[in-house]
C-alpha cells in the first residue's frame, strides 16, 4: 500500500477515546482550578432539563386526561344520539337530524383539537422558556469563568483566594 497525505489515515484516533488523556489536556488550561464552576454549571443544567422534563410529563398528563374525558363525552354524546334518531319516524326527519349532528359533531372536535393543542403547547412553551432561561444564563456563567480563568482567579463565588 502507499502512504497518504490524508492526516486522518496517519492518525491515531484512540487518543481520543482515552479519559485520562482527554482529562490530561485540560489540567494544562487550568479546568481543574475551577472544577467546582464547571460543576455548578453542569448541576444547573441538569436541574433545567429535569424541569423541562416534568413540565412535558405534566402537560402530557393533562392532555391525556382531557383527552379520556372528551372520549367519555362523546360516547354518552353517541348514544343519545342513536336514541334520538330512533324517536324520529319520518326518514327526512332522520336525514335532517343526522345532518345537524354531524354538523355538531365536526365543530365540537375542531374545538377539541383546538383545546388538546393548546394543552400541548402551553407545557412545551413553558419547557422551551425553561431550557432557554438555562442556556442565557449558562452563556452568561461559561463567560464569566473563563474570564476568571484567563485572570488567574477562582471562579466559584465560594471560594476565597488565599492571601501571602
Known sequence: MTSSNNPFFNTDFSDFMDPQKIAASFQGAGFNANANAWTEIHRKNLETIAEANRICFEGLQAAGQRQAEIIRRSLEEAVEAVSA???????????????????????KMLANLRELSEINSKSTSEAAEKINQRIAANL??????????????PASKGTSKSKK
Open 85 to 107: 334518531l330512533a324517536e324520529q319516524g319520518a326518514p327526512e326527519k332522520r336525514a335532517a337530524l343526522q345532518i345537524e349532528m354531524v354538523k355538531q359533531s365536526y365543530e
Open 140 to 153: 452568561d456563567e461559561l463567560g464569566a469563568t473563563l474570564q476568571e480563568m484567563s485572570a488567574g482567579q
